[in-house]
């Protein structure tokens, strides 16, 4: 039966997304049967939001389609677990057995679950790991490596029963919620611990000790680190290259962690290790090496041991978090020490009680921005997280970009820039830097419209230069920064740019971090020019584009079929005032269609018209708004119009075309009538006062 109290919800693991989004699971215990620990038969998923918004979902194992055994605990094993692969989506991984009594039946499973709770996608990784010494299943031996874009999937790893290797599979989530099997390699190891890393390139590495016994010394080997690294969506490793040999025996390795570094170059592991004979001190080896395996920079440094069974996390910010947990006398909470390391073995202390107090799990996280998140005892029905502000070592580098590489950009962050005088946007880096081929930068209107995509490449014309070793101008076309009053912000690829020294691919940005606005739209004062541009704005403007050959081609295929013809048409329209943007009924089309007989070989015009604005939130004229569709077609390589379904087959030589109205067609008729009837006028008058003047006389 159920109970009329529920147990106490409690905080099991947390995870975040890359913009700080905070990802926790509640669990509820259902009964003990030591070493298990069972919980209630539910995934229950809070999401709290930079905004403090919080949202969340609660599945039973039922509607899972999950064995109830992966919702028991073991001491050093979770089988339930989940990874926030990429945005708004969690990847899960679980296991299920045909016979719970076999162990050889187990089976890894992923699924795919977005932050609605709405189950996506299923996906088999693998046979259990089994010992098959004991004959028992142990889960939770995979491990998950995110990549450094997440949008670009995995790394999994898993060791292979009864033997000495490892699976490496690399995958990848769609933005559909599907997982796709990118590459699958397999590799041997003799020693433990194996680390994965997500390397600058976009690729991974492994990372693994090797043992050479000791002449001298009994029991206290030499150890060597070795890496393989992994292209993303290549089976093929590079490898192994020993990155790291000790001098000296060594009686223990505390710990090994890699991740890559937002501070320096490439990616950087830490080895922890005692000495032999064995002191009172911990010898720390960072090693800084490249997405190829070189090395290129080793630190050493001592460390009291002052505590047992610490972890370490590397910090975005330079150095590393050291922390350990210690039993409370009241056993619903442990004791959290730690401290702030850098590399030259200085201690920075948080700024909150020490030891402070976090629940009977621990399990804490650090976000972005040097936040420290730590989950605190339950109690009744209220869990809670508390944070602190971690010291940040390379904090002066930080000018709210998100990358440390950054010095400054114009515009700054927040600025209001006037779109008519602004022509390009640059980026000055602390250190010298090279342009890399293929890596975009991209410019959006709030919303994640798109408004240019400007890359280093042979077609993409002169839109991207370096002015200096520090510094790099992107040429900004006139239809950008085309709404007043409007937030714009920009993206930059990992890897946009690298450093000129050592060849290592540089991180970009990857959210709204580097935003400003445009002025409001002035109101000026009505004259005769004017007047004349508002009567022009009022009446709609027919025009006319062009179908590059392959268009043409397309297009004949289908276009005795009116159905086809008219979808074609309407989707090309739609795709078009998407680009602007403007509202889907200001473009449109009389469905007519002609060769154009100066070009060879042949090519389709056709009809584009544009609508004057209905709505004060759809306001832009329709001048501009042709002008805008002329230089976005021109421009297609770095506008949304060259990765249209439809819009990529307009001619970007040919541009927009309008057909000129009867009042721009008579404008110089209509004036010289004016100006006639003026000087007649005037004239009429010279002659009335002159016979006036002529009779008072007589």
């Given at each position: 039966?159920?109970?009329?109290?529920?147990?106490?919800?409690?905080?099991?693991?947390?995870?975040?997304?890359?913009?700080?989004?905070?990802?926790?699971?509640?669990?509820?215990?259902?009964?003990t049967?030591?070493?298990?620990?069972?919980?209630?038969?539910?995934?229950?998923?809070?999401?709290?939001?930079?905004?403090?918004?919080?949202?969340?979902?609660?599945?039973?194992?039922?509607?899972?389609?999950?064995?109830?055994?992966?919702?028991?605990?073991?001491?050093?094993?979770?089988?339930l677990?989940?990874?926030?692969?990429?945005?708004n989506?969690?990847?899960?991984?679980?296991?299920?057995?045909?016979?719970?009594?076999?162990?050889?039946?187990?089976?890894?499973?992923?699924?795919?679950?977005?932050?609605?709770?709405?189950?996506?996608?299923?996906?088999?990784?693998?046979?259990?790991?089994?010992?098959?010494?004991?004959?028992?299943?142990?889960?939770?031996?995979?491990?998950?490596?995110?990549?450094?874009?997440?949008?670009?999937?995995?790394?999994?790893?898993?060791?292979?029963?009864?033997?000495?290797?490892?699976?490496?599979?690399?995958?990848?989530?769609?933005?559909?919620?599907?997982?796709?099997l990118?590459?699958?390699?397999?590799?041997?190891?003799?020693?433990?611990?194996?680390?994965?890393?997500a390397?600058?390139?976009?690729?991974?590495?492994?990372?693994?000790?090797?043992?050479?016994?000791?002449?001298?010394?009994?029991?206290?080997?030499?150890?060597?680190?070795?890496?393989?690294?992994?292209?993303?969506?290549?089976?093929?490793?590079?490898?192994?290259?020993?990155?790291?040999?000790?001098?000296?025996?060594?009686?223990?390795?505390?710990?090994?962690?890699?991740?890559?570094?937002?501070?320096g170059?490439?990616?950087?592991?830490?080895?922890?290790?005692?000495?032999?004979?064995?002191?009172?001190?911990?010898?720390?080896?960072?090693?800084?090496?490249?997405?190829?395996?070189?090395?290129?920079?080793?630190?050493?440094?001592?460390?009291?041991?002052?505590?047992t069974?610490?972890?370490?996390?590397?910090?975005?910010?330079?150095?590393?978090?050291?922390?350990?947990?210690?039993?409370?006398?009241?056993?619903?909470?442990?004791?959290?020490?730690?401290?702030?390391?850098?590399?030259?073995?200085?201690?920075?202390?948080?700024?909150?009680?020490?030891?402070?107090?976090?629940?009977?799990?621990?399990?804490?996280?650090?976000?972005?921005?040097?936040?420290?998140?730590?989950?605190?005892?339950?109690?009744?029905?209220?869990?809670g997280?508390?944070?602190?502000?971690?010291?940040?070592?390379?904090?002066?580098?930080?000018?709210?970009?998100?990358?440390?590489?950054?010095?400054?950009?114009?515009?700054?962050i927040?600025?209001?820039i006037?779109?008519?005088?602004?022509?390009?946007?640059?980026?000055?880096?602390?250190?010298?830097?090279?342009?890399?081929?293929?890596?975009?930068?991209?410019?959006?209107?709030?919303?994640?419209?798109?408004?240019?995509?400007?890359?280093?490449?042979?077609?993409?014309?002169?839109?991207?230069?370096?002015?200096?070793?520090?510094?790099?101008?992107?040429?900004?076309?006139?239809?950008?920064?085309?709404?007043?009053?409007?937030?714009?912000?920009?993206?930059?690829?990992?890897?946009?740019?690298?450093?000129?020294?050592?060849?290592?691919?540089?991180?970009?940005?990857?959210d709204?971090?580097?935003?400003?606005?445009?002025?409001?739209?002035?109101?000026?004062?009505?004259?005769?020019?004017?007047?004349?541009?508002?009567?022009?704005?009022?009446?709609?403007?027919?025009?006319?584009?062009?179908?590059?050959?392959?268009?043409?081609?397309?297009?004949?295929?289908f276009?005795?079929?009116?159905?086809?013809?008219?979808?074609?048409?309407?989707?090309l329209?739609?795709?078009?005032?998407?680009?602007?943007?403007?509202?889907?009924?200001?473009?449109?089309?009389?469905y007519?269609?002609?060769i154009?007989?100066?070009?060879?070989?042949?090519?389709?015009?056709?009809s584009?018209?544009?609508?004057?604005?209905?709505?004060?939130?759809?306001?832009?004229?329709?001048?501009?708004?042709?002008?805008?569709?002329?230089?976005?077609?021109?421009?297609?390589?770095?506008?949304?119009?060259?990765?249209?379904?439809?819009?990529?087959?307009?001619?970007?030589?040919?541009?927009?075309?309008?057909?000129?109205?009867?009042?721009?067609?008579?404008?110089?008729?209509?004036?010289?009538?004016?100006?006639?009837?003026?000087?007649?006028?005037?004239?009429?008058?010279?002659?009335?006062i002159?016979?006036?003047?002529?009779?008072?006389?007589?």
């Open positions: 039966p159920i109970p009329e109290t529920p147990s106490t919800p409690r905080v099991l693991n947390i995870d975040n997304y890359e913009d700080g989004t905070i990802v926790v699971r509640i669990v509820r215990l259902n009964y049967a030591p070493p298990k620990f069972c919980l209630e038969e539910n995934l229950s998923i809070r999401t709290i939001y930079p905004n403090g918004t919080v949202k969340g979902f609660d599945l039973s194992a039922d509607t899972l389609n999950i064995q109830p055994f992966n919702f028991c605990l073991l001491s050093k094993f979770n089988p677990r989940f990874y926030p692969v990429k945005k989506f969690l990847f899960l991984t679980y296991a299920e057995a045909e016979d719970v009594n076999n162990p050889f039946t187990y089976n890894d499973w992923g699924m795919i679950i977005d932050l609605d709770g709405v189950i996506k996608s299923k996906f088999w990784l693998g046979t259990s790991f089994v010992n098959t010494t004991t004959n028992e299943w142990l889960p939770a031996q995979d491990s998950i490596r995110l990549n450094i874009h997440r949008d670009n999937g995995f790394l999994r790893t898993a060791p292979i029963t009864s033997t000495n290797s490892m699976i490496l599979q690399q995958f990848k989530v769609n933005e559909n919620g599907e997982i796709q990118l590459a699958k390699s397999y590799m041997n190891f003799t020693a433990t611990p194996v680390e994965t890393v390397t600058m390139d976009g690729g991974y590495a492994i990372i693994y000790p090797g043992i050479t016994p000791s002449s001298t010394i009994p029991f206290a080997p030499y150890i060597s680190i070795h890496g393989f690294f992994l292209q993303n969506g290549n089976p093929e490793p590079q490898g192994p290259f020993v990155l790291y040999q000790t001098p000296n025996p060594v009686s223990k390795i505390i710990l090994l962690d890699c991740g890559f570094t937002k501070v170059f490439g990616q950087t592991c830490i080895l922890v290790l005692n000495v032999a004979p064995a002191t009172d001190q911990n010898t720390f080896i960072k090693m800084d090496f490249l997405s190829t395996g070189t090395v290129y920079n080793i630190t050493i440094f001592q460390n009291p041991a002052d505590l069974d610490f972890a370490i996390m590397p910090l975005d910010y330079g150095g590393y978090l050291l922390f350990s947990t210690a039993p409370n006398l009241d056993k619903t909470k442990l004791n959290l020490y730690g401290y702030i390391l850098d590399d030259n073995s200085k201690r920075y202390n948080w700024n909150i009680s020490y030891p402070t107090i976090t629940n009977f799990i621990g399990d804490i996280l650090i976000l972005p921005n040097n936040t420290l998140v730590i989950p605190q005892p339950e109690s009744g029905q209220t869990w997280l508390i944070t602190t502000d971690l010291y940040k070592i390379e904090g002066a580098r930080d000018h709210g970009y998100g990358n440390l590489h950054i010095f400054n950009t114009t515009p700054i927040g600025d209001t006037d779109p008519s005088g602004i022509e390009s946007l640059t980026i000055k880096f602390y250190s010298k830097v090279n342009l890399s081929p293929y890596r975009n930068v991209t410019i959006l209107q709030d919303g994640g419209i798109i408004r240019q995509i400007t890359s280093v490449s042979n077609d993409n014309g002169n839109f991207v230069e370096a002015i200096d070793d520090y510094t790099i101008k992107i040429k900004v076309i006139d239809s950008t920064f085309n709404q007043p009053n409007t937030k714009y912000y920009v993206l930059i690829d990992d890897g946009f740019v690298e450093s000129k020294d050592l060849q290592e691919p540089i991180i970009g940005i990857q709204n971090a580097w935003n400003f606005n445009t002025t409001q739209q002035e109101v000026t004062q009505k004259s005769i020019s004017t007047f004349y541009e508002t009567k022009l704005n009022e009446s709609s403007i027919n025009g006319k584009v062009r179908l590059t050959a392959e268009g043409t081609t397309y297009f004949k295929s276009k005795h079929d009116k159905i086809k013809r008219k979808e074609f048409f309407d989707n329209t739609q795709e078009l005032a998407k680009a602007v943007p403007v509202g889907p009924e200001r473009i449109t089309t009389n007519r269609h002609e154009d007989t100066s070009a060879s070989p042949e090519q389709y015009i056709i584009i018209n544009i609508k004057k604005a209905k709505n004060s939130n759809d306001s832009r004229s329709v001048n501009l708004v042709a002008s805008d569709l002329n230089t976005l077609i021109k421009y297609k390589l770095i506008t949304v119009i060259g990765s249209g379904v439809y819009t990529n087959y307009l001619d970007e030589e040919y541009g927009y075309e309008p057909i000129p109205r009867w009042l721009e067609e008579h404008l110089s008729s209509i004036l010289g009538t004016i100006g006639l009837n003026i000087i007649l006028l005037l004239f009429a008058y010279w002659v009335n002159h016979l006036i003047l002529i009779y008072y006389k007589k």
